[in-house]
Structures are given as C-alpha cells and as structure tokens.
C-alpha cells in the first residue's frame, strides 16, 4: 500500500506524530457523531485536540476515479479549508491528510483538522425553537451565508449538521465541516437562495432567513421567501422520495436492523 501524507507547513515539526496518530486509528474510542458512513474520532496530539476523519473506501468504479481522475474527500477537505481561512471565512484549522491507494485502486483516506468546541450546530434551531438569542442566532447565520457568497462559496452541503455555532463576547462564530463539496465563483439570485434549500422543513425559519438576506443584498424580499421556500418544498420533496425508494430497494437491510 502507497501513502500519499500532506500536512501543513506551518506544522511540519509533528509530522511523524501526525502519521503515526492516523496509522493507529482503529485503536481509538472516542468517536464524534453517529458514525453511518464516514467515522470522526478525538485525538490528541502535542496536548493539542484534533479530529481524524476516516471516509469510506469507495466503490470499485470510484476506486479507480479517485486513484488516477479526480481528487479524494480528504484532499478537497483540506485544500477548500485553506481556501475558506484565506477568505477569511471560519473552519476548523487543516492540519493533514493521508491517502492509501494500491497501483491502481484508491482505498482508505483521513483528514485531520483541530476539533472545534461548539456551544450548538444549526441543527438544533430546526428542533429547539426556545434556544436562548433564537433569532438573533438565525440572523447572525443568514449573515454568514451572505458572506459565503459574497465571497463566491457556493457550499452544495449547506445542510443542518455542517455548520458549527460558538458563542464569544461579541455574538456568535460560525464554522463550516465537511468541506468536500463546494464550488467557488460568482453566484447569480437563483444559486445564492438554492443554496438555503436543505437547512429547513420550517416556513417560519425561511420567513427570517429571506427577511435578513434581503437586508444583507437589498434584493426583493418577497422574491427571495418565494423563491427560497420553494426550492424548500423541493428539496424537503427529492429527499423523502429517495429515502422511499431506498427503504422499498434495502428493505432487507431495515428488517436486519430491527
């Protein structure tokens, strides 16, 4: 097995530590979310906390893609987070990536970056609508998404669970994970509002989104909550069709899990 190992410049000193922290993944506990597809674990290095996220080998075609076609998971993790920290946009900080491929197939890939301590993630304000500074924290996330895309990051996964929230003395922070898919240009009216499209099943949160990204682009707002709860609807609409048709294609694998 080959390794192709990148880690930052700025952290070249503990490049051994680095490796050797990934090539003994599996002996760690401390796992991070729910784990279905890619596995995060907590580790430490130097007395510093970082997270080491193992994607899933892809399948057989995808193995040959990734090995000579296109760049891996990791490796657009950790060249699109660079990016984001020079457009002055927040993400935990890159530190490294591994990549495992034989001659010819792609197999195991890491990427390491320095775990964020979050007070919440914009999940919770599609479940908890009695968070304290509710609103002024949907806001101050809508002014964050403006600013992606002033910035020309259009984020094809601006969903609930890639978006960490901290609190400091001034408001809050906001961080952007699992980087993997982005595009970066101009964005033209219709990109910018699709890109709210997978945050929420809720009219009222789309109702004080539209009303802040109108403040932010001085656009119509009546143009944005139409357009926006619209691609809403259809994204709420493609997502729970999928997930009919895969429960009808697996159904052994639910009836294995009960």
């Known amino acids: 097995m080959q390794h192709k190992f990148k880690i930052h410049p700025n952290y070249e000193s503990i490049g051994a530590k680095v490796k050797e922290t990934i090539a003994n993944f599996e002996k760690y506990t401390d796992i991070l979310g729910d784990a279905e597809r890619n596995v995060i674990k907590i580790v430490e290095v130097e007395g510093e906390k970082y997270t080491i996220k193992s994607f899933k080998v892809p399948n057989f075609i995808n193995q040959i893609v990734y090995r000579f076609f296109r760049k891996s998971k990791a490796e657009r993790s950790y060249n699109y987070a660079n990016k984001l920290l020079e457009l002055g946009i927040d993400t935990p900080f890159p530190l490294a990536y591994n990549l495992c491929v034989t001659p010819v197939l792609f ?139 895969k429960r009808k294609v697996f159904f052994w694998k639910a009836k294995y899990r009960e």
Request: charged share 30%; with cysteine.
């Open 107 to 245: 197999k195991e890939s890491y990427y390491v970056s320095k775990l964020i301590e979050c007070d919440l993630t914009y999940r919770e304000l599609t479940t908890d609508f009695d968070i304290p500074d509710y609103e002024v924290i949907l806001r101050a996330f809508t002014r964050f998404t403006y600013k992606l895309h002033k910035c020309g990051v259009n984020f094809l996964d601006h969903s609930p669970g890639n978006t960490l929230i901290k609190k400091n003395e001034e408001g809050y922070e906001f961080y952007l994970v699992d980087l993997n898919r982005m595009k970066f240009g101009e964005m033209n009216f219709d990109t910018r509002v699709k890109n709210f499209a997978k945050l929420t099943i809720h009219e009222s949160m789309v109702s004080v989104m539209s009303n802040e990204y109108a403040k932010c682009t001085g656009e119509n707002e009546k143009e944005i909550f139409d357009l926006m709860w619209q691609y809403t609807q259809e994204f709420q609409g493609r997502y729970y069709r999928k997930r009919r048709i």
